[in-house]
């Protein structure tokens, strides 16, 4: 259903013409403006799932790429919040984990079945990690 | 605890300053309405100044994990749940991964995005100030402005109708065109 990282732009169906900040975080920038090489989706999903399963991760840099990949126009993929929760355990911050869910729900925007995909991708390392989505703990109503 | 709301000139200060962030105005809106507060902080500082150089925390749609927990300083209760944290979370009850979850942030999700009733105080304060406005353009008509020229009275505007159809001005297209001549009255 969902091939790639799913683009919340109108312009959706165009996969590879965007141009955006791609933050590897201490690094440098590199901006994809035309006449660069193009990254393609399976290798942005690759360099993020590679950045949050770094072993030694420290909270910063859960932070840094938390809010980096939330500034982009897309709702990251099932892999790399996957990446990304685990790292909240090695850093034994379940809040966050708990935050970052909530979180892409709110990237999702207009688009309710995007998150339900998601949880339903994630049930295995939301159940083996014991993380409760912010519905089982009664936190998505006011 | 202490708990200190920052006045409106602090928040914009801090609005202004953050840096390396997009600042979208549904964000800046969001923001200014919880603010940066500085909730449970060790230091305890007289002046109403905040300390930028400390990291701050924030309630932002856009950036879901701020540089500093939203308390800092935690009491043995919690303290002992930090600890239970860093076992297995299958462990934890619901009431407990809510009060971590409370511990680190502040507003969740749906908190910061409730909307708020400051519509009805900025169409309020719109109206207040139109009916100053009209108050203020009604005196200055009755006590400022000097008398009407009598070009404008009853008898010299009808007297002005008539030469300007007996002149026939713009009898193809416009004032004249619109009088019947043969009838004396208005098409």
Partial sequence: ?142 | MVVRVLNLNQMLRLTAGRVGCLLSRRAVVGMTNSGARMSSHSHHEVSDQVDMSQPMYWDRLDTPLPDRAWIDVLDSKDKSLKQKEKGPWTALSKEEKIALYRLKFNHTYPEMKKPSHEWKTVIGGMFIFFGITGLVVFWQGHYVYPPQPHTFGEEWQAKQIQRMLDMRVNPIEGFSAKWDYKNKQWK
């Avoid at chain 1, 030694?56 to 932070?63: G, P, T, V």
């Fill in chain 1, 1 to 142: 259903m969902f091939r790639a990282a799913v683009r919340l732009s109108v312009s959706g169906a165009r996969s590879l013409t965007w141009t955006r900040l791609g933050c590897t975080a201490p690094l440098a920038q590199r901006c994809y403006s035309h006449g660069g090489k193009q990254e393609t989706d399976d290798e942005f999903d690759a360099r993020w799932v590679n950045y949050f399963n770094k072993a030694d991760i420290d909270a910063w840099e859960l932070r840094k790429g938390m809010n980096t990949l939330i500034g982009y126009d897309l709702v990251p993929e099932p892999k790399i919040l996957d990446a990304a929760l685990r790292a909240c355990r090695r850093l034994d911050d379940l809040a966050s984990a708990i935050r970052i869910l909530e979180a892409v729900k709110d990237k999702s925007g207009p688009h309710k079945d995007i998150y339900p995909y998601l949880i339903q991708e994630l049930r295995p390392t939301v159940d083996e990690l014991g993380i409760s989505t912010p519905e089982e703990l009664g936190m998505d109503k006011l």
